[in-house]
Every structure is written in structure tokens, then in C-alpha cells.
């Protein structure tokens, strides 16, 4: 098990993995306040919706969940919906495990719990030029920690702003509006832009559906679709 | 199930994909399955969720269909600009104006 020498300097390689993630940090803030308008906004307990930060810490499935809370869906639909989304978790631990095999329990317990798209970028950048995974890890942890601050603090203001915010704003398409801006980028693909068109039109047949199970039947027919699609590997000779 | 349930189930399970592979992915790997799942699920899950919350919104009289018409706006805003961000900074205005103009 390695242990962190405290002549390893890992105040400097926290401070690292804090400056690397500052970047990204001017991206999630607004998507967070996002976050925190929206829970504000959403038919359930606000407090509720922050929890989501720390316990959920991936926005998109954050949305998802608090969007299909607040429109009555199925708890099953909800979370199948959001752990859907976070599926691809499952890449980026297997992408970690490397870097990670070895290091304590608590480490890899608490280092899992930071993983998402900002920290895999920059643990990954940090391990590659490291001297020592001790060095990595300090800087993974900094990293982390300075995105979840940020993440949390987020979501509480937007969801301080929302609350505060007179009605008539229409804020309950905010999350809609959100989610076009992430997708329609995506559409250039054509495998995707088939996937989300088959997903949009079984979610628009399948509207009356009791408990939303109709999200349910969108997602799996849209991901049918998807794996049919996909373009065929070419095996190099 | 209340929605503190539903959150701490989804906070969960997320937290055991994080996991997941530190234990398996070094004897096995990533199923393939999986990995082909999770390329396709977020855009696929996005077309839903925005879908059934636009649709949700949508209504009888002309005023009803401002929703709509920032939804392509903000469709439009976004292919111009190739900004994500465009969809929020277009649509909610855009929002905003038509549910004044529109009868």
C-alpha cells in the first residue's frame, strides 16, 4: 500500500490538481446554478434536489433525476433513467482502475466517489506525468475536491436564486432548453442523430403510459436503435 | 418510494459504477455491451427527457405553443453557434417574448 511522505510535497501536487481543475470549474459553475434553479423550481422538497449534488455528483443524471421527479414519473423510471446516464461511469473506473490498483481502500473509496468526466481528464493527465502514483493521487484529490466545493456551493446559490424568483418566469423549461444545447451538438453523428429521433418519437407516442414508464420504453427503444446503427468495425489486416 | 429514496437509490448505484470496475475490470474487463450502452445512452436519454418536459408544457391556445417556438429557436441558436450554452441564453428569452406577443 503506498503511503504519502510528507517530503513528497503532496501539498504542492494538491495544489496542482486544484489549479488543473480551474478551467473546468467556469464550465460546471453555471450548470450547477442550473441545477439548483431547476430543484428550486421542481415539485419536491428543495433540499431534496441539492442532496443530489453530493450523493448523485453528475449533473446530467442530476437533471434527469430532478426533471422526471417533478413530472410524477415511476421511481423506477427515474432511476433506471439516471443510472442509464451514468453508465458511463463504469468506462471511466475502468480507465482509473490502473492507477488506482494498489492504493488504500480508503483511497479508492474516496477517489471513486470524485469520479466524473472533469476529474477523469485531469486524475488521467496527472498520472501520465507524475513520478510517483503518490503524486498522482495527491493531485486526483485536489482536483476533486476543488470541483466538489464548487459543485455543491453551485447548486445551493441557484437554488437560493430559484427559490427567490417570482412565478411566470417559465424557469420549468429551463432544464429542457439545457438539455437541447447538450444534444444538438451530439446530432452531427448519424448514429446518434437516429437514436435520439427514434428516443424523441417513442417518447412522444408513449406519453399516456401510466408512471412515465413510456421514458422507459424511449430510452430502450432509442438505445435499440442506437446498437443497430453503429457503424461496422473494420478488422485491420 | 418518496424522492429522498429515489435520490439516494440513484446516488448509490452511481457510486457502484465508480467502483465497479477497480474490483472486476482488472480480471475481466469492461463487458462490451456495457461499453456500447454507455457511448449512446446520455444523447439518447437527453432526446426523452427534453421531449416529455417540452411536451409537458405544451397546451390548446396560441400562448401554449411559446414553448415550442424557443425550443427551435434555441435548436437554431445552438447549430449557428455550435455553443451548447446558446439553447439557455436564446430559448429563455425567446421564451419570454413570445408568451408576451402570443395571444
Known sequence: MPVVHLTDDVGGHVAAGVRAMG??????????????IS????????????????????GSAQVATIQLLDEGASPVVVVVAA?????????????MAPHWHGASRRFQALAGYLLIDPTLAVGVDGYEGATRPTHGHARYLGAGAALWVTWLAAIAVGATAGASLPAGRHLEMVIPLFLIGELVPRLDDRTVRRAAAAAAALALASQGFPLHLGALVAIVGGLAVALANEPSQEVSP | ???????LAVGAGSYLFRISMLVVAARRGVPPLAARIARHAVPVSFAVIATGGLVGQLGATAADLAPLGAAVLAVAAVRRTGSPNAALVVGMPALWALTAVLP
Do not use: E
Request: hydrophobic fraction near 65%.
Open chain 1, 23 to 36: 478551467p473546468w470549474l467556469l464550465g460546471v459553475a453555471p450548470f450547477g446554478m442550473v441545477i439548483g
Open chain 1, 39 to 58: 430543484a428550486a423550481q421542481a415539485d419536491l422538497p428543495t433540499l431534496a434536489g441539492w442532496l443530489t449534488g453530493p450523493l448523485v455528483f453528475a
Open chain 1, 83 to 95: 443510472l442509464a446516464i451514468n453508465l458511463r461511469l463504469v468506462l471511466y473506473s475502468a480507465t
Open chain 2, 1 to 7: 418510494m418518496t424522492p429522498w429514496l429515489v435520490v
